[in-house]
DNA sequence: AAGACGAAAGTGGTTGA
DNA sequence: TCAACAACTTTCGTCTT
């Protein structure tokens, strides 16, 4: 067997939590959610000196757009190698790192901050890291295409962010990604399909379907009562009535109908909260679920067993 | 007393002239 | 740029359990 992180990688407290269901592990002291995917990423030879380091290492760093050059930057003439020229050539070298800092200084020093802010937001929210760097990779698009001038960075971050998670199909809705930045939920919005267009990302429409297991592990419902939402909401697809309504509206209502269904009742208010609608989109999606796909019978006919 | 229901008015965003 | 529009929210009174 190989071993596992003991540390946490941003605060260095060696305080963390493992996660089992989900694969992760948690750092008591920061809140970062460190991923552990239960695969071994450990090599499997053993260094004892330098030589034998520098003949069995395979690899390089491994390469994220979580670190603001990936982890690949290049400093011309860091090494020293620079000081073995003639002078006439040392001051080219000189010139040319002047250069590389000017050039690069001013959209580091944003991405490290911003970087910074990803990740905290994300590890808030409790993202996989595919989310992050995805997240990060859409961030480092934007800077250099000059996206984030007269915006916020923070707002830009939370965008990406949200696209993040959408391309991923693990939703947030705009409310958390809200409350977990700081941002105003509009601001995120619009940063957000700004960024999209300018970037050219495509993104499905959320699917309903995506939001049920958060919502019903919100509300502590059996896993019946959730794949019950689930067929319904695929049913309420073939009727059509998932076009144009708020996603997270369509699976509160299957939810609260699912409920209903199996005996683990809800109320309205209850699912309004975890889903972020109000109760009157519930009660209109609920009712439309309820013409469309003549769940009434299966709801008296659970009513009638119960009495 | 709490929950469910529905009408009416208001909000923010999209669309089409 | 403006108005029409759909989806959703807020608010509030009424009915049901």
Redesign the pocket.
Known sequence: MGRYIKKCPECGSINLVLNKDRGEMICRDCGLVIEEQMVDFGQEWREFDQEQSDKRRRTGAPMTYTKFDRGLGTDIGAKGDVYQLQSKERNKYFKLRKWQHRVSTAIERNLKLALAELKRVSSYLKLPGSVEEEAARVYTMAVQRGLVRGRSMESVVAGALYAACRRHEVPRTLDELSEASGIDK?EI??TY?FITRELGIRILPSNPVDYIPRFSSALKLNAETQSKAVTILEKAQKAELTS???PT??AAAALYVATLINNE?????EVADVA??????I?????ELLRELNLKDEIKKKMEIVS
């Open positions: 509009k919005g619009r399909r144009g309504r708020g509206g369509i009742k809800r109320t309205q208010r972020g609608v109000t109760e009157v989109t009660r209109n999606r609920y009712k």
